[in-house]
């Protein structure tokens, strides 16, 4: 029996969706921070419940294979980067099986691996996010700092340059510092809500160059600004945009919602290339939601546009579009399409955006995505009988609303993109799309989130037409099996042919080439449903993979 506070040695065996190393004790399951698959440790324990406890990473016996050290000095006390011990190509492992696991534990699809493909990963993994917030506060010495909440905490560790983000975030900050202690300006302090610097905002255009500094403070104005500003432009001449956010408020809530413009036009601005290398501007201000990782964002939305297939003449929903990114980067492709989002000033954004690129078939809407999508469905679906191609979702970590993958499904697009933060709900929304008539065609993650837990997936779904719901119906039907026939299932066929001839099979094409060897007797399997419907045939060259994997499992 292992107490609180007790050192026990452990073999870490698995890792948790947050990163933490699994390990057992006699059955007892123990989640340890910092300790990474393969590592042999000194644990002791921090919490204990009935089945399952807490411990601390105390020291590394044996090291795993999959360690590194960890780039950042103070990853540990930090938490922001909870993988930063795990080599990279293991980070990326960790998130597929994550992605993979999710899909078929709670999305029930067994069969994921067949349309899973490899995470796309960054060759660089460090400095990536555009976006830095840092608290300023003061140290137990007394100093001005910046930096990070200790874990779970409201004291600030000092750390000017996190390693996730642009180097210039340092001299922004140092800057500011050193302009607070000549000008007297008091950072502020939370248990007193007296002071006047609460966080500092900066935010890069990768591909542009351009810089935005936003001082958030708790004060109507800042003493000095203009000097401030003069300094920020000397040390960073890439400086467009100067501001202030006052917040007031004794709250967690970072930003506040009135913005005093001190230098620049109070956005700077930043490029998203397409595939075409032609590119989509977009306009980035305070309070805008834009995607932190600007590399892998092109990557991510590279693929839900590929996954769209647009040709130029689809009419496409984004729902949960934001400030438009996903949304524009389609219209260049599309006929129509319509952006969903909840908060008015992104539409705004959105709108600008859209006339920033000269775009003019795109039109969004403020709104819940479960209200906006059923009431056009009612109202304007309904009368005008409008097709729409193709559904673009991109919904926070709980996901869809029922009711508007209901909608969806009314709608019936030709194909769903499901672009995701969060691999359960993920899974959770595609069980619901698969039994209302739509398959997995592709799943593909994309790491938008190096050194942490976090893991983006895009997934494309298309609509089943009558002859797949035959393929469907022979899956089901492999319950009445005969005898040849139970040697191998039709994924094992599909995984055989896809292994040694690079080809992909349908369930198909499996049964008319089993029915023409003479495995098959039930003859009405290979017929269409309703007589006027064509059904392909299976192709010469599959036709002889397939022949070749029956050979194998000695089914002819
Ligand atoms: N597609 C955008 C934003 C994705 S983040 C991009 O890539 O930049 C998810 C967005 O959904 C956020 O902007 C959030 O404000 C919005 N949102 C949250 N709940 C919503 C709902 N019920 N209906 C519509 N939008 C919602």
Known sequence: ??????????????????????????????????????????????????????????????????????????????????????????????????????????GGFTDAGAFFEPIIGMQQPFRYRNKAVYPIGRNKEGRIIAGFYAGRTHSIIACEDCLLGFEENRIVLSTIIKFMGD?????????????????????????????????????????????????LREMLPSLKSFTLSVNRERTNVIMGTRIINVYGPGYIEDLIHDR????????ISPLSFFQVNSEQMEKLYG???????????????????????????????????????????????????????????????VGKAEEV????????????????????????????DENCLKTMVSIAPKRIVYVSCDPATLARDLKYLCSEGYRIETVRPVDMFPQTVHVETVCLLSKLKSTQHIEVELDMDELDLTDAEKKATYQEIKDYVLEHTGLKVSSLYIA???????????????????????QPQCPPDKEKAIKEALKHFGMI
């Open 183 to 231: 000008n007297d300006i008091e950072p502020y302090n939370e248990n007193t809500g007296s002071g006047v610097v609460r966080h500092v905002l900066i935010r890069k255009g990768l591909h542009t160059g351009e810089l935005m500094v936003c001082i958030v403070i708790n004060a109507g104005k800042l003493k000095n600004a203009d000097v401030l500003c003069g300094r």
């Open 512 to 534: 008319q080439v089993k029915q023409k060897c003479g495995i098959i007797e039930r003859e009405n399997y290979n017929k269409p449903k309703s007589e006027d419907a064509k």
């Open 373 to 400: 999508l059923p009431e056009w469905y009612s109202k304007e679906y309904r009368k005008t009988g409008e097709k729409i191609d193709v559904i673009v979702v991109d919904p926070p970590r709980k996901g869809c």
């Open 276 to 283: 075409d290398g032609s590119q989509v501007r977009f306009r």
């Open 1 to 106: 029996m292992i107490n609180k506070n007790d050192q026990f040695e452990i073999y870490i065996t698995d890792l948790s969706d947050e990163g933490a190393g699994i390990g057992k004790t006699d059955g007892f399951t123990w989640f340890v921070k910092d300790a990474v698959i393969g590592d042999h440790i000194l644990a002791a324990a921090t919490k204990v419940k009935k089945n399952y406890g807490f411990a601390r990473l105390v020291k590394v016996i044996e090291p795993s294979a999959s360690r590194t050290t960890p780039a950042c000095p103070l990853a540990r006390s930090c938490g922001g980067c909870q993988l930063q011990q795990l080599e990279y190509d293991s980070q990326l492992k960790f998130k597929e099986s994550k992605v993979l696991n999710d899909l078929k534990r709670i």
């Open 303 to 365: 693929t839900a546009l590929e996954f769209a297939g647009l040709t130029g003449n689809e009419r496409v929903w984004d729902l949960y579009c934001g400030v438009g990114t996903i949304s524009l980067f389609l219209a260049r492709h599309a006929k129509k399409v319509y952006g969903v989002e909840i908060i008015p000033e992104a539409i705004d954004n959105a709108r600008e955006n859209a006339e920033l690129n000269s775009i003019d078939n795109a039109e969004f809407f």
